[in-house]
């Protein structure tokens, strides 16, 4: 099959979102919405992407570092057939040319791939949509034999014609040969003074070529982004899309209408997830696992039985089975819980592993640190593992005990089933079973009075 070249539209400047960030940047589901056309189309298994940018054509690259895309400035906005124009010098003859828009950011895969499954130099594949309201989209005019002849947009259509539900999405799969020998000869004598990519349509049926039509599932996948509320309603569609989908592959949702999934998110069977949690980038949940309401679970790898209380803080960590998490618990990057561990409410973790059966209870703050098996640290407790310039770590091993509101200043090593007293400051390391203390002398001061307000 000849190679597949995608070729996103991402040039407007979408004055209408009332933002200094080109439209295409703005996200849904936590990402900027090119960057889901751009990873359509990479699963598409598409043999080059040329994106075609224009205003704030510096963000845009800036903030895409996807080295596959082939980048292509419009200088001049002057329509849909003019930006896909700009990409013919590096277009070859042989390839099937499928074009997507920067700012319609949720079509599906499977739509596009059963749009371009038969595609050839004899056909030209057309995405299109049935509205209950047509209004401001270009109308699917049909013969008497229901093919399809043309496209019209609104500002030069008929009334007959405005009163057509099928419209344009604008997706639509055509050989490069024939878009080298369409784009040239189209002309901008129209109510937009553009050039529309959409004349090409009735090129294709001039020369003898079918207009393959094909439709999605969901208006949504279709639905571009001219302003915020169309934004925000393409959030709430896709989040809705991913609570359906958790529910039927084995989640409880206390409320599916609040549930934030913002990257990759996979999960195994009977999870239950409270209201407004919210899940970025790639995270992984076993099952028996419950998270409870208003926490923020990012980059992180959660084991068969875990409880998250609610309010907790999790990124780039690996909590092992059985394991629980707060409430109120902040674990941070480079967190490695064991099973059947406990870090508990305003504890934070940073960079620490933590093995099996180890609790970590309140009021903690563990960071560069390796704590052994069945560790119990008490409440208030610090590793002081940064001097101003370097981090440094601290080594806990089996068994240790730690008293509360002690502060351990690495590079510090305790050595298995040592003791800390309460209190202490340990600055030396401390051996096999040894008990550590150290702390200022007490003294009680017989006869002293309270100082009095004066008067």
Do not use: C, F, Y
């Given at each position: 099959m000849n190679p597949l070249h995608v070729v996103?539209?991402?040039?407007?400047?979408?004055?209408?979102?009332?933002?200094?960030?080109?439209?295409?940047?703005?996200?849904?589901?936590?990402?900027?919405?090119?960057?889901?056309?751009?990873?359509?189309?990479?699963?598409?298994?598409?043999?080059?992407?040329?994106?075609?940018?224009?205003?704030?054509?510096?963000?845009?690259?800036?903030?895409?570092?996807?080295?596959?895309?082939?980048?292509?400035?419009?200088?001049?906005?002057?329509?849909?057939?003019?930006?896909?124009?700009?990409?013919?010098p590096d277009l070859p003859d042989d390839a099937r040319v499928l074009v997507l828009y920067g700012d319609v950011p949720l079509t599906r895969v499977e739509t596009l791939e059963a749009m371009v499954a038969e595609l050839d130099e004899r056909a030209l594949a057309l995405l299109t949509v049935t509205l209950d309201d047509p209004g401001g989209y270009g109308r699917i005019v049909r013969n008497d034999a229901d093919q399809v002849t043309s496209i019209v947009e609104q500002k030069d259509a008929t009334e007959s014609q405005r009163a057509i539900r099928e419209v344009n999405t604008g997706i639509l799969a055509v050989s490069a040969k024939h878009l080298k020998n369409w784009l040239p000869t189209l002309s901008n004598a129209n109510a937009q003074g553009e050039y529309y990519l959409t004349d090409i349509i009735a090129m294709a049926v001039d020369h003898g070529l079918s207009i393959s039509v094909a439709q999605p599932g969901n208006a949504y996948e279709v639905q571009g982004v001219n302003n915020r509320l169309q934004l925000a309603e393409l959030e709430r569609w896709y989040q809705r899309r991913e609570a359906d989908r958790l529910m039927t592959e084995g989640a409880t949702l206390a409320d599916p209408a609040r549930i934030d999934v913002r990257g990759d998110l996979t999960i195994g069977n009977d999870i239950l997830i409270d209201v407004n949690v919210v899940f970025e980038g790639k995270v992984s949940i076993g099952s028996g696992v419950s998270i409870g309401p208003g926490c923020v679970i990012k980059d992180a790898r959660i084991a068969d039985g875990a409880q998250i209380k609610a309010h907790s803080v999790i990124e780039g960590a690996t909590i092992g089975a059985n394991a629980q998490i707060g409430p109120f618990a902040r674990l941070r990057p480079g967190t490695e819980l064991a099973a059947d561990t406990k870090v508990g409410n305003f504890v934070e973790t940073k960079k620490t592993v933590v093995g099996e059966g180890s609790k970590i209870n309140h009021l903690s703050y563990v960071g560069d640190a390796s704590l052994g098996r069945n560790v119990n640290v008490g409440a208030g407790t610090i590793t002081c593992n940064y001097d101003g310039v370097n981090k440094f770590r601290t080594e806990i091993g089996d068994g240790v005990f730690v008293g509360s509101n002690t502060s351990l200043v690495a590079p510090v090593s305790i050595s298995a089933d040592a003791t800390i007293g309460a209190g202490s400051t340990i600055t030396r390391d401390v051996a096999d079973s040894e008990l550590a203390v150290a702390r200022g002398r007490q003294r009680n001061i017989s006869g002293w009075e309270r100082p009095k307000k004066s008067d």
């Open positions: 996103i539209l991402a040039a407007g400047q979408g004055s209408r979102m009332k933002s200094a960030l080109p439209k295409v940047l703005h996200g849904v589901a936590g990402r900027p919405m090119l960057h889901h056309v751009i990873g359509t189309a990479k699963q598409l298994g598409a043999e080059t992407i040329h994106t075609v940018i224009g205003h704030g054509a510096d963000q845009v690259k800036a903030v895409t570092p996807e080295t596959s895309v082939n980048w292509v400035v419009q200088s001049e906005q002057l329509g849909t057939g003019h930006a896909v124009a700009q990409v013919l």
